[in-house]
């Protein structure tokens, strides 16, 4: 019996976007995905790709638990290949789905049939198949509103295929469809977790790290490398960038007031981070702030960082409680490696009595102290890149 997996995505993710390019996007990104697993035909038609094993050696259980990573996909099914003739598909529906209808209670048949040259049309198909497996399986009663399995027979232009089981696909839209943006990875549990909301969104994201050697640890920053190859799992590879940032984080311990070590520190993040974004083709960044969870994510200091910024900022958990995110960075396996100790730069020079509510005019008076200008310029040149690609 020939198994094969047939990958839906939803077409209402098309509205709006250039139907092919969406397509070949999700057939390489998936293509990718399953280099490991063996030798394998891709093949698209009717909104449905067909994923068919060509050598014995194929790995089909490997490939669904790949491919329910894959954004785009918004279901995915193990189907087994009929001829197109209805005695086939009663026999290897029999033979198939042994297991599942032994141990359902009710079931239905729908059919979808796209080739309409095929003798029997779907209700026929449904009341005749329903018939012959209730035949098989004398303990099975039908429901039509709510059964326990749906067996499904299509019919398509080559072959039929039969499937009882409907696995959720990772939703979203294929990764590099929305283009590339700039996410500032911490070692923390929030912006991991931004990363992935974007990626969910087809966005293709970069990484941006800022370290401060000897205030923060070669352990730490090895713990952030550590959380973009895990997102590389839903993001695909990831160029990751480490900014030195001891100089300037001195700087501004030096020649600013203390209450606004924060909101400067921020501001200059960000101005760097848009440096190597233009460098890069990055259009946007994004960040794991969410308001009102630390001082510089108040209304007021968001509004001061975002003042610095010449492209959108994504904060995607910005309305989010701190449970919420830890809920997904579990899904996503994030969170036992972001609760490992670490220092993070954000936490080495912390004002005591931070401005909570700044006024913009008087955090760029406090940073026009200083001409930071060279410094950026310097660590913009100094920071060093290397890639994180997904294990296929
Ligand atoms: P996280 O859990 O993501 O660290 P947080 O709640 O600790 O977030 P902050 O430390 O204020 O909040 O950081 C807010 C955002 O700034 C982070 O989500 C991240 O996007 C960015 N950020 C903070 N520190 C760094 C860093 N060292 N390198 C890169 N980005 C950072
Ligand atoms: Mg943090």
Do not use: W
Not at 204 to 231: F, N
């Amino acid at each position: 019996m020939k198994e094969i997996i047939l990958v839906k995505y939803g077409e209402m993710a098309l509205k709006g976007l250039n139907k092919n390019t969406f397509e070949d996007i999700i057939v390489k990104n998936i293509k990718r995905r399953l280099k490991s697993v063996g030798k394998f035909i891709c093949s698209k038609s009717q909104s449905t790709i067909y994923i068919e094993p060509d050598d014995e050696n194929f790995r089909l259980d490997d490939a669904v638990e790949k491919l329910k990573n894959v954004f785009g996909i918004a279901a995915l099914c193990r189907a087994c290949t009929c001829e197109k003739d209805f005695g086939d598909i009663c026999t290897k529906s029999n033979d198939y789905l042994q297991e599942v209808l032994t141990n359902a209670k009710t079931f239905k048949v729908t059919s979808k049939r796209a080739d309409k040259a095929f003798p029997m049309k779907s209700p026929e198909i449904c009341t005749e198949l329903g018939a012959f497996l209730l035949e098989k399986f004398p303990h099975l009663k039908v429901d039509v509103q709510n059964p326990e399995i749906t067996v499904t027979v299509e019919i398509r232009d080559k072959n039929a295929f039969v499937h009882a089981e409907n696995i959720k696909g990772a939703g979203g839209l294929p990764v590099g469809s929305s283009g590339n943006a700039m996410l500032l990875l911490s070692g923390g549990i929030d912006s991991p977790v931004a990363g992935y909301m974007m990626a969910k969104r087809g966005i293709h994201i970069s990484a941006i790290h800022y370290v401060s050697p000897p205030y923060t640890s070669e352990r730490a920053r090895l713990k952030v490398e550590q959380l973009c190859e895990k997102i590389t799992d839903y993001c695909g590879n990831i160029a990751f960038f480490c900014v030195p940032f001891t100089e300037l984080q001195e700087a501004i311990k030096k020649n600013c007031p203390e209450e606004y070590f924060t909101i400067i520190m921020r501001r200059l993040m960000m101005e760097i981070a848009q440096r190597i974004s233009e460098k890069y083709e990055c259009m946007a960044l994004i960040t794991g702030e969410s308001v009102g969870q630390v001082a510089s994510q108040t209304m007021q200091a968001i509004a001061c960082t975002d003042a610095v910024c010449r492209i959108p900022v994504f904060r995607p958990l910005i309305g989010m409680d701190k449970t919420e995110i830890i809920e997904i960075s579990r899904k996503i396996d994030t969170f036992d490696i972001s609760t490992l100790p670490y220092e993070d730069c954000c936490t080495v020079f912390t004002p005591r009595h931070p401005r909570v509510h700044p006024h913009l005019e008087e955090v760029e008076k406090a940073q026009n102290k200083f001409d930071f200008e060279p410094l950026i310029a310097e660590a913009v040149e100094k920071t060093e890149m290397k890639v994180f690609e997904f294990e296929a």
